[in-house]
């Protein structure tokens, strides 16, 4: 590491390989330089969801001409980084492993200190590329097609005072919010992935007809599972819902079904988020992973948060997705806060904990 990093921020490339997105981006401090993803989303398309081995192949094959892409579009070459920094976990064991392998030889090669980051975190800190310096403490929702989780952030690299920083106060405990947007997409004979399918058709002439369950909110659940989610019950409501007009020879009303379906996950992530950052004095909401790209999630928030004097921030859609330059951003926050560097023998961690934002 060079005794003194740009005034302007230390330059970091990001390596992410966790699910079926090789993502390398190149950021300088909180400038976003380059955000270069391939996707193997359609070789899983005709499977209804990703297959593990097809995704480490992919990214095989997508690593090099990535990193070279990356690179290009941010002007630099790879031995201008300060820093590497790469997804160590969670995500898919082989998967991982593609993109920890990739940057520990471009950190031995080029003598560079490597840090093996959180994928949670990761989507954290990438809202910094877009507005700002993160507020902390601040509660962020992460809802992907892996995670639905709820965080208390007071440390986005983990390095708070007793090694802590980023806190979870929940999770779901079955299906991630995405994977129920995936599954209710085919249930209703959308392409995958489904979330983006279902917002359109919600979107474009959706009602709100059905009062579909809202996991984990009634009164006996929230004792135990207050700000937990569970959206197994709802995939399964939509699923008997579909199953029984189709019985009686009546048209499914897709659109209405999916803003109906749409509608009971937005309500129950916002409430339970806004009801985590109120119950802990916090002012300042992040949402984060795929599902955040979701246009009724993204105006409830909005609007819900208002009235509770709580505010939002969104990274674009583009940004919420699994890349490269999420990384690169909590890379670079790594450096700016001075952490150590990972040994380079660490580890693909498929079940890395949250709480292990460095390895
Ligand atoms: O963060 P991401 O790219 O990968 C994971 O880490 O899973 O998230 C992908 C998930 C998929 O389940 C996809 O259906 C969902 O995000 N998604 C959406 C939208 N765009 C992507 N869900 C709802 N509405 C959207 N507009
Ligand atoms: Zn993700």
Redesign the pocket.
């Known amino acids: 590491m060079p005794d003194r990093p740009a005034p302007d921020g230390p330059l970091v490339l990001g390596i992410e390989t966790s699910?079926d997105?090789t993502g390398v981006g190149v950021v300088r401090g909180h400038t976003l330089l380059a955000d270069t993803v391939a996707s193997s989303v359609d070789q899983h398309a005709r499977f209804g969801g990703v297959v593990p081995e097809v995704a480490s192949r992919a990214h095989l094959e997508a690593m090099v001409p990535t990193l070279e892409r990356a690179c290009e579009t941010a002007g630099i070459r790879p031995g201008d980084v300060d820093a590497i920094a790469v997804t160590s976990g969670p995500g898919l064991a082989g998967a991982l492993l593609v993109g920890v392998a990739s940057a520990k030889a471009l950190a031995l090669a080029l003598g560079k200190p490597l840090y093996g980051v959180n994928h949670l975190s990761a989507h954290v800190a990438v809202d910094q590329l877009e507005h700002g310096s993160l507020p902390e403490p601040c509660l962020a929702l992460l809802v992907?097609?892996?995670?639905s989780s709820l965080l208390r952030v007071t440390d986005v690299t983990g390095g708070g005072a007793d090694g802590g920083g980023v806190d979870p106060m929940g999770a779901t405990i079955d299906d991630a919010a995405?994977?129920a947007?995936?599954k209710v997409a085919r249930v209703l004979g959308l392409p995958f992935?489904?979330?983006?399918h279902?917002?359109r058709a919600a979107r474009e002439g959706g009602t709100v007809t059905i009062d579909f369950p809202r996991g984990l909110t009634g009164r006996r659940d929230l004792e135990r599972h207050r700000f937990d989610f569970s959206f197994s019950g709802l995939k399964t409501a939509v699923a008997r819902w579909v199953e029984a007009r189709e019985r009686s020879g009546e048209p499914v009303p897709v659109a209405d079904v999916a803003a109906s379906f749409q509608e009971a996950v937005c309500d129950v992530l916002v409430r339970k988020a806004l009801d985590a950052a109120t119950s802990d004095g916090i002012e300042d909401l992040l949402i984060g992973?795929?599902?955040a790209?979701?246009?009724r999630l993204r105006a409830m928030a909005v609007e819900r948060a208002a009235a509770a004097g709580v505010r939002v921030r969104v990274p674009r859609p583009g940004l919420c997705?699994?890349n490269g330059a999420m990384v690169a951003a909590l890379g670079a926050e790594m450096v700016a806060r001075g952490r150590t560097p990972s040994a380079l023998d660490l580890p693909a961690d498929s079940s890395q904990p949250v709480t292990t934002v460095l390895v």
């Open positions: 699910c997105e992907s097609g892996g995670h995405g994977e947007f995936d992935p489904g979330g983006p279902i917002d992973g795929g599902v790209a979701n246009s997705t699994d």
